[in-house]
């Protein structure tokens, strides 16, 4: 199995922008605006780590097996860290006025991320 290109893994981040660019306005639209701000926040919690990883690991991809392995656990643990502290954040700092659409919407943008990096492994 040989390297994919670095594009190839923003592929998932990608069809998160833009799944989240057609559901904010649904949100929005159906439920208000704080539940929007709140899908909103937690749909960045998973984006903005998702694509820290894909950075990270199209730079591992010009490197040899077992550099681009430790990168890629390294890049695995940051978004780990990336989300952890996201969350924190969102909760300590915005105080979203539905908290269940924090969650929604991480859950809304993993499904992407998911079915994104199955294609991937294609």
Do not use: D, H, N
């Not at 559901?23 to 984006?47: H, K």
């Not at 690991?57 to 502290?85: C, D, I, P, W, Y």
Request: hydrophobic share 60%; proline share 6%; charged share 10%.
């Amino acid at each position: 199995m040989r390297p994919g290109r670095p594009a190839q893994y923003l592929r998932p981040t990608l069809l998160q922008l833009l799944a989240l660019l057609f559901a904010v306005p649904a949100v929005l639209l159906s439920l208000g605006e704080g539940a929007a701000v709140s899908f909103s926040a937690g749909a960045l919690c998973s984006v903005l780590p998702q694509a820290y990883f894909a950075w990270r690991m199209g730079g591992a991809t010009r490197r040899g097996a077992a550099q681009a392995a430790r990168a890629g656990l390294a890049a695995e643990g940051g978004k780990f860290l990336l989300s952890a502290v996201s969350f924190a954040l969102v909760f300590a700092v915005l105080r979203p006025a539905f908290p269940a659409f924090v969650f929604v919407g991480y859950g809304v943008m993993w499904v992407v991320q998911v079915a994104g990096a199955i294609r991937l492994m294609r």
